[in-house]
Structures are given as structure tokens and as C-alpha cells.
């Protein structure tokens, strides 16, 4: 029996259901695994002081320290972060933090191996614990934890420090490994992790009555993302200006809404673009469903869940060449890679509406990508850092 301690600061907790749902899902078929034990610490960071009384702070700092989400034994210990210091000093409090749980959960729990499922602040602290511990570590990549953090002056020696410490290093595409590798970390140790996708729950449906129920008659365009200036929101917006046909509905929240609410008024867009705010998601599929295109242009990504999840449901994508954009647009059928500008994305969706692909032609980009999969190579991946 393979005994797994998941560490993970991006994961769902009842005050925000949408963050880091693929996290969730992937150690969810990892604790279904027959030959597998798993404890899951999903840590969260909240600032002293004043500010831990905004409200955003509140409800975090209300969640239980120990639960049962969703089958799993979680703990959700606090740890202190300090604004103002660019995180130079999160994995070091996680690190204390964690020290005196993990020895607690070690007398009931003997895990054999620990699986970090975000590279800052958790994978530093991770090494630091495996050492402790006397346990391999494997760090995962994701696209932000690495793009950022990476590269920020106050963290990067500590993102690159980690990933040459680690017994295995995992990336959610090729591209993201040759990032790592640019990173120096080494190359052979970095294996790629494809995510999944529920082909059960995204697939296609009757895109008109879909529509309907968005008061959507004509071309749809569907974009989804947190409202911040990397997911590019504000370039679909006003490539919307050249379509003017078509509707675009963006399911998201963040602080970029008041300038993308007064970009829609001053391109006079009205009602064919809407805001939607944080979408469930559980009401992906409907939404993903009902669109003619999915448009995300995104600066960066590893691999985004919302590509595949909308070619799942034989809906093409127009996107940016970031991350592994390349290693999901590999047919016509699919979608368009386009540059990030606003005319690009145009004439890109509209390329796309001319001429658009059968469903079902679309959603086999994404069969490859089955949590199945995901997890037999996770248990394969940590599995062997164990036994070696």
C-alpha cells in the first residue's frame, strides 16, 4: 500500500468551491486507487494583523482545521503571510507551520512519500518536510506557480532551489517542462502530467436550447477565467467589436470587472457582452455547451482545464500560443492558435464560425485526457520515487 500526503494551497474549501477543482479531482481518483492510503493537507495562508478582517480573509479564517471533504481526511492548517514582502517568506512560514501537524499526522500515518501539488509556496516547504521526514518529495508545476514565482526577484531562488531538491518533478504539459528546464532545473527529472477531463459530464448537447437558457439566439462565444490581465479578457472583448453577430458571455471574478465593465460600455456592446461572474463548476458543461467557440487569451498557462474541457464538450477553442496550447490545438477540427491582439482573435473566431467543425470531430482533442490516465500516472510517478 502506497501511503500519500497530498500538500496543496490551491484547493476548494466551502468559501471558494471553484479554486483549484482540477487539484481536487486529481486527488480524488489518486485516494480511489486500490493500492493507495492518502491524507490531504491543503494549508491557507492569511494575513495578521487588521487585514485578516476583510471579508475575503473572514470566511478563510473560518473554515474548520480538519474536515472530511468529499471522502478525504483534509486539514487546513493557517499559516502567516505577510503583504508588502513578495512572498519571500511564506515557504518558510508554511514550513513551521506544517512541522508540528505532519509529526502529529506521522504517529497515526506513516506516509511514504509527499506529494506537492503546487510549486510555492508549497514545494520549498515540501523539501524541507521531506528531509525532515526522511520521505521523497515530488513537486508539481501548474503554470503560474512556476511562471510567476519563478521569476519573481523575492521567490525565484527558492522555486529553483526546490525543484533541483526534488526526488521527481511533475509538469501539466511539454512546454511547461521545457519552462522548468530554461528554470535549470533538470530536465530529466521532470516527467509531463497531463490533466483529466469528466467526458461523462463535458460532452456535447443541443446547442440551441443550451443557448436559450443564456437568452443567446445567435453566434456564442464563451470565455472563462479569472478577471485578472493575464486570462486577456479584455482583448476577446474588443475583438467582440469586430463580430458583431455574435454574443460573448465571460464566467469569471476578480479584480480587472470595473475595467472590463467600462470597456464593454465604451465599445457600446451592451448585452452582447456579458459578465457573469464565478460560475460553478458543476454549470461548466451547460455554459461550455451552449458556445460555438471558447476564446481564452491567455498571457501564460501550463495547460488550461477550460481548453479541454470545452473541446470535451465539441466546442472549438481560439487561444493564445502559451503553455501547451500546441499540445492540445494539434487538429483543424479543435480550434486556432492566433496571436494575442485583438484583430487575430476576430478573424480567428470568425474563421471558426464559418466554417465550424461536427462536435464530435472536436471532442476527440479531448479524449486523450482522462483522469484514468492521470491517475495511473501519478500513482506510477510517485510509486517509483518511493521504491527508488
Request: glycine share 8%; with cysteine.
Amino acid at each position: 500500500m502506497l501511503r500519500v500526503l497530498t500538500l496543496s494551497t490551491l484547493f476548494p474549501d466551502a468559501s471558494r468551491p471553484n479554486f483549484g477543482v482540477f487539484v481536487e479531482r486529481q486527488t480524488l481518483g489518486l485516494a480511489a486507487h486500490p493500492d493507495v492510503e492518502l491524507r490531504l493537507v491543503a494549508p491557507v495562508g492569511l494575513p495578521p494583523w487588521p487585514l485578516k478582517a476583510h471579508a475575503h480573509y473572514a470566511d478563510l479564517a473560518k473554515l474548520p482545521e480538519r474536515e472530511t471533504w468529499k471522502g478525504l481526511d483534509t486539514h487546513r492548517p493557517r499559516f502567516t503571510t505577510l503583504p508588502g514582502t513578495g512572498g519571500r517568506f511564506h515557504a518558510v512560514a508554511l514550513r513551521r507551520r506544517l512541522i508540528p501537524l505532519l509529526t502529529r499526522i506521522r504517529r497515526d500515518f506513516a506516509f511514504d512519500v509527499i506529494d506537492a501539488e503546487f510549486f510555492f509556496p508549497d514545494g520549498p516547504a515540501a523539501i524541507a518536510l521531506g528531509r525532515r521526514f526522511g520521505v521523497p518529495v515530488s513537486i508539481k508545476a501548474r503554470g503560474a506557480d512556476v511562471h510567476h514565482w519563478g521569476h519573481a526577484p523575492a521567490t525565484s531562488a527558492q522555486v529553483i532551489a526546490a525543484g533541483h531538491a526534488a526526488d521527481g518533478l511533475l509538469a501539466v504539459s511539454q512546454a511547461m517542462r521545457v519552462d522548468m528546464a530554461a528554470l535549470a532545473m533538470p530536465p530529466e527529472a521532470i516527467r509531463v502530467h497531463h490533466t483529466g477531463v469528466d467526458l461523462d459530464r463535458f460532452a456535447p448537447r443541443d446547442r440551441g436550447v443550451a443557448k436559450a437558457a443564456y437568452r443567446v439566439t445567435g453566434p456564442l462565444i464563451v470565455s472563462l477565467g479569472a478577471l485578472i490581465p493575464r486570462k486577456g479578457h479584455h482583448i476577446v472583448i474588443e475583438a467582440l467589436a469586430s463580430l458583431p453577430a455574435a454574443t460573448l458571455l465571460i464566467a469569471g471574478e476578480g479584480p480587472e470587472r470595473a475595467a472590463l465593465t467600462a470597456q464593454i460600455a465604451r465599445l457600446g456592446l451592451g448585452e452582447r457582452a456579458r459578465l457573469l461572474g464565478s460560475v460553478p463548476h458543476v454549470a461548466l458543461p451547460a455554459l461550455l455547451g451552449a458556445a460555438d467557440v471558447m476564446a481564452l487569451a491567455s498571457s501564460s498557462e501550463g495547460l488550461a482545464n477550460a481548453w479541454v474541457e470545452a473541446l470535451a464538450c465539441g466546442t472549438p477553442i481560439v487561444v493564445t500560443d502559451a503553455g501547451g496550447a500546441g499540445e492540445v490545438v494539434t487538429d483543424r477540427a479543435y480550434g486556432r492558435i492566433v496571436a494575442r491582439r485583438a484583430p487575430a482573435f476576430a478573424a480567428g473566431i470568425a474563421a471558426v464560425l464559418a466554417d465550424p467543425p461536427a462536435p464530435y470531430a472536436v471532442r476527440r482533442g479531448a479524449e486523450r485526457f482522462t483522469w484514468e490516465a492521470n491517475t495511473a500516472r501519478l500513482y506510477e510517478h510517485l510509486a517509483s520515487l518511493v521504491k527508488r
